[in-house]
């Protein structure tokens, strides 16, 4: 979903697009109907979804893929559009050993 509206931005230069795509990416940091965060920050990965009450404990390969290709996305998007922000975008939690998108 980030990565088709972010296409549709980059196409047409309809902000709201870039907006839908933050959005839709805001879904794995706990902007979904349960309001919990996929992203675990503890591990670096991503659980696999939602159930109808909680979020699935699974940490397969495929979310947490899911969510690095989306950060890296939007990141790329917003340092195009605000160039001067670069590098500060999404405060996200350190993982011990993983990837933080606060600090590259």
């Known amino acids: 979903m980030v990565s088709a509206c972010l296409e549709v931005f980059r196409l047409t230069l309809d902000s ?3 907006d839908e ?8 940091l706990g902007r979904n109907d349960l309001g919990i965060s996929l992203y675990d920050p503890s591990t ?12 699935n404990e699974n940490q397969g390969a495929e979310s947490s893929l899911a969510f690095l290709h989306s950060l890296l996305e939007m990141r790329l998007a917003d340092n195009i559009i605000n160039p001067e922000r670069c590098g500060k975008v999404y405060e996200i939690g350190p993982a011990p050993g993983a990837f933080s998108a606060a600090h590259s």
């Open 16 to 18: 709201r697009w870039y």
């Open 21 to 28: 795509a933050s959005r839709a990416f805001e879904w794995f």
């Open 44 to 55: 670096g990965g991503c659980r696999d979804g939602l159930h109808a009450d909680r979020a």
